[in-house]
């Protein structure tokens, strides 16, 4: 069974805007990940944030935790064409289960 | 590293054919796992090893579906007989306490 829901569920934006996604999920968590999946490829890290983390960079991924809502958000700046993709959220680690939201399809206009 | 690697990448069948996935997981990963993605359901995990090691196969399907791995290096997925709905993309994924799961490209099966 998914975690949570993404939203939005699709996102289109011009290249070089920001792009906001969001996440909640539905249990305690100790780790929270966002993976990028590439049409036809398979999923991709991007970035974990712990349970004790409120934010975390990345170059231009910025992830942000809110565990009294179950929720995160991955900001993407200055974005590029490359980075047409769907974006997950999952919780777990290396060593366990990981359960997926439902991801946000992000096109990027060039 | 080569990463993870999956055969085939593309399976066209028809209804009734046995069909076997392949994985060889990243060297030195003690866990592998095995998801599938769907439209309807997403991803979801089917089962998972460590130290070849069956220890959550709480998600697969049916008994049509099993898994093995008989060594380190190799895990097969296998499917008898195989079902229109089996259709999906199956992913394999391998992993370690101190590393976040790195991703196979995946099997896109089509049960005819």
């Known amino acids: 069974s998914q975690q949570g829901e993404e939203d939005p569920q699709a996102l289109s934006i011009q290249e070089g805007e920001n792009a906001t996604m969001n996440c909640s999920y539905k249990?305690?968590?100790?780790?929270l990940q966002w993976y990028r999946q590439n049409s036809g490829r398979g999923l991709v890290h991007l970035i974990l944030?712990?349970?004790?983390?409120r934010e975390k960079h990345s170059g231009r991924l910025r992830v942000t935790l809110d565990t009294s809502k179950k929720s995160s958000s991955l900001l993407i700046t200055a974005s590029r064409a490359a980075d047409t993709a769907s974006y997950f959220c999952a919780t777990g680690f290396g060593n366990e289960k990981l359960t997926f939201g439902t991801g946000t399809r992000l096109t990027i206009i060039p | 590293d080569a990463g993870v690697i999956q055969s085939p990448r593309h399976e066209v069948t028809e209804m009734g054919q046995e069909v076997t996935l392949r994985c060889k997981p990243i060297?030195?990963?003690?866990?592998l796992f095995w998801y599938r993605q769907t439209m309807m359901r997403g991803l979801e995990l089917l089962i998972y090893f460590n130290n070849n090691v069956p220890i959550d196969d709480s998600g697969m399907p049916e008994d049509r579906f099993s898994a093995k791995m008989p060594n380190a290096s190799f895990s097969t997925l296998k499917i008898q007989p195989s079902e229109p709905r089996d259709s999906a993309v199956y992913f394999c994924?391998?992993?370690?306490?101190?590393?976040?799961?790195?991703f196979g490209d995946g099997t896109r099966l089509s049960i005819l």
């Open positions: 249990t305690s968590i100790n780790n």
């Open positions: 060297s030195g990963h003690d866990y």
């Open positions: 994924a391998s992993g370690d306490p101190n590393q976040p799961q790195h």
């Open positions: 944030i712990r349970s004790n983390e």
